[in-house]
Each structure stands twice: as C-alpha cells, then as structure tokens.
C-alpha cells in the first residue's frame, strides 16, 4: 500500500542529510511501530507520507501512485488531542467532514456512528474540558478516522497519558484496529507499547538511516496483557532496548 523508492530528504537548516536512499514499505491492513532514539527521523517520515514536506529525491508511492496525484489518502493524529475547546464534542469531530463538504444531516450520522463504536455517545454535546485525558483521545482518533483515509499516522498518541490510562488505550486501539481494517503506522517510545501493538516494528538505528530493521512480532491477535511476559516476548523486549541504546 505504501511504498518509499530511494527517498532522500535534507532539513534546509541541517548540514547532513537526515535520509539517504530509503526504502520501505507497508501492506494494507498491517499495524506497524517505527521505533529509534529522539530526534532520528521517526515523525519526518510521517510528514513525508502527508506531503508536508518533499524528498530531495526519490518516490513515495500509494498503491503504485505517487502521492502528489492523491487525495485523503492518509489521516494524522498527533501527541496532542487538538480539539477545540469552544467546540462540542460533535462538532470537533464533524471537522474533517466539514473540510470535505459533506452535508450536515450525513456528517451527524456519522458522527453518532463512530461516537457509538469508540463508546463516547453521550459525549456529543460535551466540551474537551468534561472529558479525562483518554477520553479525549479516543475522541481524537474518532475525528482521524472520519477523515476518510485508509491509513492512520499515530504519532505518541498516548505519550502524555498516565499509565493505567496508556494501557487501557493500547487495548481499546486494538479494538478498533481489528473493527475498522484500518492500515496503521504507529511512532513510539516504548518498546513494550511497540510489542503489544504491532505485527512488525522497525527499528531506526543509523544517523543518516537508509533502511529501518524490520522485526515480527511473534504474537497472533487478538493480544492480551499476559503475553508480553512470554519468554520469547520478553527476550525480544530486551533485544530491541539493546539496539535502541546500541
């Protein structure tokens, strides 16, 4: 579904280039985890898969296109919820339909519709300020995938939250990744989030990088919490710190 072909990219503010001949590439469906020191490149591929920003070189393809012949074809949910406080919970997440002209009587339908799967429905005339942190975010995700896209760039979505909360939203993210058939590309620091989550984690080691480490999680889903302390699941665990610190 996704495809890097040799993609270069350079920050004009930088001396040495960040990016260097890179290819990758994701199948529809998947859930993958890009994990790699601060600073390495993680959210820049994310705003080369949005066109936020241009490779020097190289193609960036979706499903054999290149991106600048396609619309919606990608869909962002940041570190921050970035709901709007003056708005109620419906009309943040009518937002992208809005962008998109969709008439309002299908927008509302909608709206319920993916307010009910995430299991916020009576939030809809709510303010961000009545919601806990999770909430919030699961109502950022809703908004993501009214966006219309087939593929999810989650970058540190639950990066801000307490633990407890963190956990819960792994599962329920699972939850909607198996409901929705959704393509996600998830960025992340940690590693056991990382295990728990996807079905490949790539690994960023080099600076500049031109490939990531691919590694399988040997894990079928639907996961549960007592997996991660499988041995094998625990020796990867440790495998992927050492070469993170490496």
């Known amino acids: 579904m996704l495809e890097f072909q040799n993609v270069s990219f350079q ?10 001949d890179f290819n990758f590439c994701v199948e529809e469906g998947e859930f993958i985890s890009i994990i790699g020191a601060s600073g390495c490149g993680k959210s820049t591929i994310f705003r080369l898969i949005n066109g936020l920003e ?5 193609k960036i393809l979706i499903d054999g296109k290149p991106i600048e012949q396609i619309k919606q074809y990608s869909a962002f ?3 921050k919820d970035l709901l709007f406080a003056w708005n109620t919970i419906e009309k943040n997440i009518c937002l992208p339909m809005e962008l998109q002209k969709i008439p309002k009587k299908e927008q509302k339908q909608r709206c319920y519709e993916v307010l009910k799967e995430v299991g916020l429905l009576e ?4 303010y961000p300020r009545e919601l806990s942190g999770g909430m919030k975010q699961r109502i950022s995700f809703a908004r993501t995938l009214l966006a219309g896209a087939k593929m999810l760039l989650l970058d540190e979505p639950f990066s801000a ?7 819960s939203m792994q599962e329920w993210l699972l939850e909607q990744w198996l409901h929705f058939h959704k393509t996600i590309l998830f960025i992340t620091h940690d590693v056991e989030e990382a ?17 990531m480490e691919k590694v399988e999680v ?3 889903y639907p996961r549960k919490r007592e997996d991660l302390k499988k041995q094998e699941i625990a020796e990867l665990k440790e495998q992927l710190i050492s070469r993170l610190l490496s």
């Open 54 to 58: 241009k490779p020097q070189k190289g």
């Open 161 to 167: 939250l307490d633990f407890l909360t963190r956990v």
């Open 195 to 211: 295990i728990f989550l996807s079905k490949y984690i790539f690994v960023i080691q080099e600076s500049p990088f031109s490939h």
């Open 218 to 220: 040997p894990l079928p």
């Open 77 to 79: 949910m940041p570190q």
């Open 123 to 126: 939030y809809a005339k709510k």
């Open 11 to 20: 920050y004009a503010e930088d001396k040495q280039t960040m990016i260097k």
